[in-house]
Nanobody
Framework: QVQLVESGGGLVQAGDSVRLSCAAS????????MGWFRQAPGKGREFVAA??????????APAVKDRFTISRDNARSTVTLQLQMNGLKPEDTAVYFC???????????????WGQGTQVTVSS
């Protein structure tokens, strides 16, 4: 079992930056690739970014590429996953979820463990 807890969301203005964090506990964090997803009101869960178990490779949705950066720190005793979001737009407004998977994947169905989500609201 892996427990994931997101933090760092809030209300920001267009153009601002926000860093989301995801604290992982339970089974070895390094056994899993990690991803960020988001869900806007009335829409399905959307892939945002993913990172491999070691952090060597990343993948981004076209809508966030060059604005968002996913990273992970496997060395700390309390390991974390982060999403640095720059140049935020109103269309980035959503609940953001971190997730863990044995696969480096973009499909939500490939992820086994999920956090509870954190709200990011971007005003114009």
């Amino acid at each position: 079992q892996v427990q994931l807890v997101e933090s760092g969301g809030g209300l920001v203005q267009a153009g601002d930056s926000v860093r989301l964090s995801c604290a992982a506990s339970g089974r070895a964090f390094t056994d899993y690739a990690m991803g960020w997803f988001r869900q806007a009101p009335g829409k399905g869960r959307e892939f945002v970014a993913a990172i491999t178990k070691t952090g060597a490779f990343t993948n981004y949705a076209p809508a966030v590429k060059d604005r968002f950066t996913i990273s992970r720190d496997n060395a700390r005793s309390t390991v974390t996953l982060q999403l640095q979001m720059n140049g935020l737009k109103p269309e980035d407004t959503a609940v953001y979820f971190c997730a863990a998977s044995e696969l480096f994947a973009i499909a939500a169905g490939s992820y086994d463990y999920w956090g509870q989500g954190t709200q990011v609201t971007v005003s114009s």
